[in-house]
Nanobody, 119 residues
Framework: QVHLVESGGGLVQAGGSLRLSCETS????????MGWLRQAPGKEREVVAA????????FYSDSVKGRFTISRDDAKNTLYLQMYSLKPEDTAVYYC????????????WGQGTQVTVSS
């Protein structure tokens, strides 16, 4: 079982920055593709960023491309999401997720951290 714990959410003004972290105690972190997903009220959960096990391949949704950066530190078993130029529409609960390399479904989830961007 992969236990994921997010931190770093909060309230920020539009144009501001936040960095989310996702820590796990698993020693197999390096074998998981990792992602950040978010869910805003009344909307479906969406993948905003993902990073593969090599850390050389990343994915960003169009809505965050150029503003968010996903990274991982396998030595610390930690995933990050650096968010710049935040917009009110970025307001959501952000979830850290993991899936074994090659799997399609995200099968491990954190509890989520709230990000609220005020206008």
């Amino acid at each position: 079982q992969v236990h994921l714990v997010e931190s770093g959410g909060g309230l920020v003004q539009a144009g501001g920055s936040l960095r989310l972290s996702c820590e796990t105690s698993t020693h197999t972190f390096m074998y998981y593709t990792m992602g950040w997903l978010r869910q805003a009220p009344g909307k479906e959960r969406e993948v905003v960023a993902a990073i593969d096990t090599s850390a050389r391949n990343t994915f960003y949704s169009d809505s965050v491309k150029g503003r968010f950066t996903i990274s991982r530190d396998d030595a610390k078993n930690t995933l990050y999401l650096q968010m710049y130029s935040l917009k009110p529409e970025d307001t959501a609960v952000y979830y850290c997720a993991a899936k074994p390399r090659g799997e399609r479904a995200w099968n491990h989830w954190g509890q989520g951290t709230q990000v609220t961007v005020s206008s």
